[in-house]
């Protein structure tokens, strides 16, 4: 039942955050900025001043897939936010190169994450079939399986621990930016920028809830004996 209920909250908190991204996204894509500016040249300009020049930026299909991509210099736009004229696509445009700023500057949370990422892919490829595997060939016993699990998730909790001032600190950095280049000029824009990025970051808030869920869950009978599982 503890198990039923954990995973029935941090679902809803993860399918919360996700709505509501979508729905201030939705609206704030829907303003065109005085700047007449688009995501894409908006990036451009912020990389430019920032004297990067070797990032590239390009377009894709993904609505909401945006994302800075350290290991190839890779800065990806979906097709609204690269044409589009909203503080929505400013705003993400400006997140996405706060990581390229970080990454130039050799952002220490930011060196850790990606230090982390194969652990992390590891750690969540045993989350996934472990529980499979031991329920199906009964090899492993519960309280190793719950040690293994509890490695697992506490990996993927850090990684997302660290993940949230990594997001933060890229969403600080486009807010200043927008601002001091004049991307954004009204208090409608300015309050666009705010409100997608505050959206935005309550998924990463809610990835490490659930992590931090999963691990305590599997911790728990590791320092009770088993004791909390009968």
């Not at 993904?62 to 696509?89: I, T």
């Not at 490829?125 to 519960?142: D, H, N």
């Not at 807010?175 to 309050?191: F, I, P």
Request: charged share 15%; proline share 3%; aromatic share 8%.
């Amino acid at each position: 039942m503890t198990f039923l209920l954990i995973a029935i909250v941090t679902m809803a908190l993860s399918l919360w955050a996700a709505a509501r991204v979508k729905r201030v996204y939705r609206k704030y894509s829907e303003l065109p900025v005085r700047s007449g500016l688009t995501g894409a040249e908006a990036a451009y300009q912020i990389l430019g001043a920032a004297g990067i020049r070797d990032v590239e930026i390009v377009e894709h299909d993904e609505m909401l897939g945006d994302h800075y991509d350290p290991m190839k210099k890779r800065l990806v736009l979906s097709r609204d936010n690269y044409h589009g004229s909203s503080p929505a696509a400013l705003g993400v445009a400006a997140h996405e190169c706060g990581h390229a700023l970080q990454h130039a500057q050799a952002y220490a949370p930011l060196q850790w994450r990606m230090a982390a990422v194969g652990a992390t892919t590891f750690a969540s490829q045993i989350v996934m079939w472990l529980p499979i595997f031991g329920i199906f060939t009964g090899l492993i016993a519960p309280m190793t399986g719950a040690a293994i699990m509890a490695a697992a998730w506490g990996m993927i909790m850090l990684f997302n621990l660290v993940t949230l001032p990594v997001e933060f600190d890229a969403s600080r950095r486009a807010k200043a930016v927008l601002l001091r280049m004049n991307m954004v000029n009204s208090h409608e824009e300015r309050e666009g920028v705010e409100k997608v990025l505050n959206a935005a970051a309550l998924t990463y808030v809610a990835a490490f809830v659930t992590s931090l869920a999963y691990l305590l869950w599997h911790l728990l009978p590791l320092l009770l004996g088993g004791r909390s599982r009968e």
